[in-house]
């Protein structure tokens, strides 16, 4: 089965810009949730997709904003970028059943730099 | 918001030795997972361990809730173990789904 697919792998913007992260998940898999890495912050989470509705939010400004669609396929978007903005950011899929036992699975990430 | 503490922060080892690593968290939890991120940003799932002891060749878990705490065993260390490990704890949310705490990692570097 194969794993979870992020693209692009590497992205350059300028401040300003918009970017959009595109992650497909596991087959079989409803549930893509999204992180944030940066050297200061570290992993944080941005939101989660189940059945094309976002069911959690994490504690990021309104320029991000996600979407899944009918194949569970999920994008991200960052408007207006600011140098902040630069990092590695991560989905990951699950299930999505409730329960702590619902494992995420990660991809390989998409590194972002904003110039 | 939880917090979840690693220790130690670095860790530089000589090929086959043993280490432990250990994760602190500030609240009970449904479930944790340990992660191992690779060069290329890839976290990789070790285990998944609410409680109790797993194995998986040379790396071991043992989660302890009662006292908040998880330790990560690696023994014969090798090169390819370096890396930064995180543990994460999973918390189940009230819209359904889960999220993932992480700690903030221990970078473990294996030299020859």
Same mark, same amino acid.
């Given at each position: 089965k194969a794993g979870v697919t992020q693209t692009p792998r590497y992205l350059i913007k300028t401040r300003g810009q918009q970017v959009t992260l595109s992650c497909s998940p596991i087959s079989g898999h409803r549930s893509v949730s999204w992180y944030q890495q940066t050297p200061g912050q570290g992993l944080q989470f941005l939101f989660e997709y189940f059945s094309e509705t976002q069911r959690n939010k994490g504690?990021?400004?309104?320029r991000f904003s996600g979407r899944q669609f009918s194949n569970s396929r999920s994008e991200m978007n960052v408007s207006?970028?600011?140098?902040?903005?630069?990092a590695l950011y991560l989905c990951a899929s699950s299930?999505?059943?409730?329960?702590?036992?619902d494992t995420q699975y990660f991809g390989p990430g998409t590194r972002l730099t904003v110039l | 918001g939880i917090q979840v503490e690693q220790s130690p922060p670095d860790l530089i080892l000589q090929e086959g030795a043993n280490s432990t690593l250990r994760c602190n968290f500030s609240d009970s939890v449904n479930n944790l997972q340990w992660f191992h991120q690779n060069p290329w940003g890839q976290l990789i799932n070790l285990f998944y361990i609410p409680s109790g002891t797993k194995q998986n060749g040379r790396l071991s878990a043992t989660t302890v809730a009662t006292e908040r705490y998880s330790l990560l065993y690696i023994s %014969? %260390?090798?090169?390819?173990? %370096?890396g930064v490990y995180f543990c994460a704890v999973v918390t189940t949310l009230t819209g359904g789904g889960n999220k993932l705490t992480f700690g903030t990692g221990t970078q473990l570097k294996v030299e020859l």
């Open positions: 504690n990021f400004p309104g207006t970028l600011e140098l902040g903005d630069s299930l999505g059943f409730s329960g702590s036992s | %014969s %260390s090798q090169t390819t173990d %370096s």
